[in-house]
């Protein structure tokens, strides 16, 4: 890259400080835009516009533009709220618009390993929005991760004694899936929790 301007250096340089961006991804980037230089100024202002614009929801902390966001202060079932870990969890889950109640963006996963502690998520903010009594289900939809797995056992100890319901995402196999070729925990987590028809 010694031999490129600067100003192309310094743009390859932020590119890959996306993530999954690595060296070469960002140069394509970066030759991409030159190669179309009306995609430049458009690509510029989106930035500055997110940046300027975008913010998280008072309410769940999910990604907005208006405050609350558009779930919050819209007609969903407010006795429902889902927990996630980030905001493109609750994209995930609108997609499938197999939810209709409101959400609650951690902003992460618990990760001692990592010095992220309750104080460093929304927590606090969760266990605010369950004392109004209003609430009568909690959805934990944390990754099933060692993380997010953590983080699911440690707001099941602290909503339980509020008498609210606390139910999790089902895991299992995946549609479509042989089961020749699925792991045996995943396996073991649909034997487990297999249901009724």
């Not at 301007?5 to 980037?29: D, H, I, Y």
């Not at 690509?43 to 913010?55: C, K, M, P, T, W």
């Not at 109004?132 to 699911?152: K, M, P, S, W």
Request: proline share 4%.
């Amino acid at each position: 890259m010694l031999h490129f301007s600067g100003s192309l250096t310094r743009l390859v340089g932020e590119l890959k400080k996306l993530p999954g961006v690595g060296e070469k991804s960002a140069q394509r980037l970066a030759f991409h835009l030159l190669k179309h230089p009306s995609n430049i100024e458009a690509l510029a202002q989106s930035l500055l516009q997110v940046g300027e614009r975008v913010h998280l929801c008072s309410v769940c902390f999910a990604i907005t533009e208006d405050d609350p966001c558009w779930i919050c202060s819209g007609e969903r079932d407010s006795g429902t709220i889902c927990v996630v870990e980030e905001p493109q969890d609750l994209l995930a889950l609108e997609r499938s618009r197999a939810f209709s109640g409101r959400y609650h963006v951690l902003q992460g996963a618990l990760s001692p390993l990592n010095g992220v502690t309750p104080k460093d998520l929304r927590i606090a903010e969760l266990m605010q929005r369950l004392q109004g009594g209003e609430v009568r289900e909690v959805l934990i939809a944390t990754n099933f991760t060692v993380e997010g797995e953590a983080t699911a056992l440690y707001l099941t100890r602290l909503i339980k004694p509020l008498s609210i319901k606390v139910t999790r995402l089902a895991h299992g196999i995946p549609v479509g899936s042989d089961l020749e070729y699925v792991d045996a925990a995943t396996v073991q987590r649909a034997v487990e929790g297999r249901s009724e028809l």
